[in-house]
């Protein structure tokens, strides 16, 4: 329970500060790839932060649930989705000791959700095999371990870093459908802003 306390008092430490810390417009990677998701989907947001690409997912009629562990985070998540006019689900909560319902969502989707250590990530990406349904959708971005050269976001810990050879490891047996290391300037809000280390994963879970 303390280690809950401390990650959350961590987060709504960063959220607390005014406006949208990523920004409200979702992340590009998502913009891209999103045409996989079919009209109505379920879809899982798992650390969705202020709500920006759960609020845009449910734009596109998707059946959206958004976790975070901050409440403060949740609260500007209700306000832009209240602004937007759509709904979503949204859930307060540690990803790390999350009980995953099996079969649940047809996509689930993870941008930049690199605090969890190895041993952490382990458990989070079974929890992503657990609930998603046969033949549904991981969209996965993250920052690659030259992300600490350019320092523009993300963790300080190489450790928590991805590759694209890591990532076809652990989704080993799923259809990779994208995956790509590359590098791109982002502009989210005033915490993901300069060049970039990002490796991109859409990969489909077997039927």
């Known amino acids: 329970m303390a280690e809950f306390d401390d990650a959350r008092a961590f987060w709504d430490a960063r959220f607390a500060a005014p406006g949208y810390v990523f920004g409200k417009t979702p992340n590009r990677f998502l913009e891209s790839q999103a045409h996989r998701i079919p009209a109505g989907a379920r879809v899982l947001d798992v ?22 562990i901050s409440p403060l985070a949740l609260d500007k998540a209700r306000r832009l989705s209240d602004e937007q006019g759509v709904a979503v689900e949204w859930k307060l909560g540690d990803l790390r000791e999350h009980v995953w319902t099996a079969n649940t969502f047809d996509a689930v989707v993870c941008i930049f959700i690199q605090f969890a250590s190895p041993t952490e990530r382990a458990r989070l990406f ?5 609930t998603l349904k046969p033949g549904g959708l991981l969209l996965l971005q993250g920052y690659t371990p030259k992300q600490l050269e350019y320092r523009t976001g993300g963790p300080g810990d190489i450790e928590n870093l ?42 489909r879970k077997p039927d």
């Open 47 to 68: 650390a969705c932060g202020e709500g920006r690409n759960a609020v845009w997912l449910a734009g596109l009629t998707c059946d959206v649930t958004g976790l975070d």
């Open 126 to 130: 079974e929890g992503f095999r657990k």
């Open 162 to 203: 991805y590759t694209a050879a890591m990532l076809r490891e652990a989704f080993a047996g799923w259809e990779i459908l994208h995956l790509v290391e590359h590098e791109d300037t982002l502009s989210e809000g005033t915490k993901h802003v300069g060049r970039s280390a990002l490796v991109d994963l859409v990969a």
